[in-house]
């Protein structure tokens, strides 16, 4: 079993949430929660396998009903890692307070001005407000990966290629890899070909 843990930052203005009642797109309280972190990384992974650059097998369906016909019976390395409709997978992300113990990051509440295409000017009741996270604001987090030298490669590349997508709606984040803990103990994750450390 390996745990890696690291701190994915935004590099953008940052937005994820749900419509609200003051704010029309408001970010989560619980900031960047588990579930939206491993929904990325399963996309990153997914992306990376489907343009040659990471090797691989991912079946890239996400409707539950299709995918055990598109497996028939094997599924792919996507899904046997990050899981698929009963079968719990080997993945598992954790993502804690930030460094002021607060779940949730400081925000900007944002004013946008919806423009009408055709004649180019505001529509009127066309005001909404948007909740974003401001760059340079750090997520703690960890992944639990229960397999071999294999799945812990799967793992940290997704986490690596989410530097080249958006997430929520369009931030950029950039992701460090702190350590990686093997049965208890620190291990020497460098001669895995991967960038681990900030980038951008
Ligand atoms: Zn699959």
Request: with cysteine; net charge neutral; aromatic share 8%.
């Amino acid at each position: 079993m390996f745990l890696i843990k690291g701190t994915i930052k935004t590099v953008s203005s940052f937005t994820i949430g749900t419509d609200g009642y003051f704010i029309d797109v408001q970010f989560n309280e619980l900031g960047l929660t588990p579930s939206a972190l491993k929904g990325a990384m399963r996309t990153s992974i997914s992306w990376a396998i489907r343009n040659g650059m990471v090797r691989g097998t991912s079946c890239d369906e996400i409707e539950p009903s299709r995918i055990a016909k598109v497996h028939q019976g094997k599924p792919c390395d996507v899904c046997s890692l990050f899981g698929y409709p009963d079968h719990e997978g080997k993945l598992r992300v954790y993502s804690g307070p930030n460094k002021d113990g607060k779940m949730k990051p400081k925000t900007h509440v944002i004013t946008h001005v919806n423009i009408n295409d055709e004649t180019g000017t505001a529509k009127k009741t066309a005001l909404f407000k948007q909740e974003v996270v401001p760059p340079e604001e750090e997520f703690p987090f960890t992944v639990q990966v229960v397999g071999g030298e294999e799945e812990l490669c799967l793992a940290l590349a997704s986490l690596h290629y989410l530097r080249f997508l958006r997430l929520g709606r369009g931030g950029m984040v950039d992701v460090n890899v702190d350590k990686v803990i093997k049965d208890g103990k620190e291990i020497d994750a460098q001669k895995i070909p991967l960038e681990l450390k900030w980038v951008w």
